[in-house]
């Protein structure tokens, strides 16, 4: 039986180096293939989860927190690369990071919350937009 061969559109490989701005748009486009619908409800409901976890991180503090942040910090830092929100992926890797070194997180956590801040309003924009 012979193999059917199907000829795909070419799709650029993320950037190296992410744009300047809470959200590349450019890496948005490509991950939703350019729907409109698919790019409105990912960003709404990446939105959502960040504030959740962020809420998770600053309010959590049981006897199991430091064993805790790592993973909720990875699953925000996952999600935001696969948005284009590089910005909060860099500070979610930092507060893994601070965590496994044993340093104070607090400061990282400080970071966290301001580029999830920058990537909400810039979220908050494109759904406005759209």
């Known amino acids: 039986m012979p193999l059917r061969l199907q000829r795909i559109e070419w ?3 993320p950037p190296l180096a992410p744009d300047d701005g809470p959200i590349d748009s450019g890496h948005l486009d490509r991950m939703t293939l350019g729907d409109a619908g698919l790019t409105r ?10 504030v959740s ?5 600053q309010n959590d503090h049981c006897e199991n927190w430091r064993a805790s942040v790592p993973a909720l910090a990875h699953t925000l830092k996952g999600s935001a690369r696969a948005i284009g929100a590089f910005h909060v992926a860099d500070a979610a890797e930092g507060l893994e990071l601070a965590i496994r070194k044993g340093d104070d997180p607090a400061e990282a956590l400080a970071g966290l919350k301001e580029a999830v801040a920058e990537a909400r309003t810039a979220i908050d924009a494109i759904l406005r937009r759209s």
């Open 11 to 13: 799709m650029p490989s």
């Open 41 to 50: 409800e990912v960003l709404a409901m990446f939105a959502a989860q960040a």
């Open 53 to 57: 976890l962020v809420g998770r991180l």
